[in-house]
T-cell receptor
Framework: AQSVSQHNHHVILSEAASLELGCNYS??????LFWYVQYPGQHLQLLLK??????LVKGIKGFEAEFIKSKFSFNLRKPSVQWSDTAEYFC?????????FGRGTSLIVHP | KAGVTQTPRYLIKTRGQQVTLSCSPI?????VSWYQQTPGQGLQFLFE???????NKGNFPGRFSGRQFSNSRSEMNVSTLELGDSALYLC?????????????FGEGSRLTVL
């Protein structure tokens, strides 16, 4: 069965700091990869997704993620975070139409 | 366009009871999937329905069941509730079947089992 690991459970940064959240998945075949975000009091929404092609994908609000097949990784990055990026971030891998989510990373950005 | 609507938003039940949760997808979306979210296990996939048929199922016991109606609205039912069933139950809709990138989530139904 697929598993998704998010290495950082809690991350605290100051505004303008750079962000990288780790995500590793277990399946060696074809997977679709996603990052979702849940802002305080809001529902989960898609940040970005990778199906195929360019391994560097860009999402909303300046986020990007890089798919590295050899490392089974799909890390999320942002060069300069803002206070409004405070949220919970979930990595997900879809194999055979079934999504598996990581346990999430809580990001707090101090102004 | 209205989003995914889940009812009720909060409910409290006791062990052994059963519960039914409802989800109205975005208009035109034919796929509805359900997830359980807990602090310990994170988000776990329960099942997905498309055009009234269960397409995929996660690794949950048979106490968890669901159905989808002809108007794409979906219900999930949990019978013989256990304390461990306390969780946020999320519903997501999609215009197609089984493509997680196109999921639109509701705000969830928070179930507390006493």
């Amino acid at each position: 069965a697929q598993s998704v690991s998010q290495h950082n459970h809690h991350v605290i940064l100051s505004e303008a700091a750079s962000l990288e959240l780790g995500c590793n998945y277990s399946y060696g075949g074809t997977v679709n990869l996603f990052w979702y975000v849940q802002y305080p009091g809001q529902h989960l929404q898609l940040l970005l997704k990778y199906f195929s092609g360019d391994p560097l994908v860009k999402g909303i609000k300046g986020f990007e993620a890089e798919f590295i097949k050899s490392k089974f990784s799909f890390n999320l990055r942002k060069p300069s975070v803002q206070w409004s990026d405070t949220a919970e971030y979930f990595c997900a891998a879809e194999e055979s139409y079934i999504p598996t989510f990581g346990r999430g990373t809580s990001l707090i950005v101090h102004p | 366009k209205a989003g995914v609507t889940q009812t009720p938003r909060y409910l409290i039940k006791t062990r052994g009871q059963q519960v039914t949760l409802s989800c109205s997808p975005i208009s035109g979306h034919r796929s509805v999937s359900w997830y359980q979210q807990t602090p310990g296990q994170g988000l776990q996939f329960l099942f997905e329905y498309f055009s009234e048929t269960q397409r995929n199922k996660g690794n949950f016991p048979g106490r968890f069941s669901g159905r989808q109606f002809s108007n794409s609205r979906s219900e999930m039912n949990v019978s013989t509730l256990e304390l461990g069933d306390s969780a946020l139950y999320l519903c997501a809709s999609s215009p197609t079947s089984g493509r997680a990138g196109e999921l639109f989530f509701g705000e969830g139904s928070r179930l507390t089992v006493l």
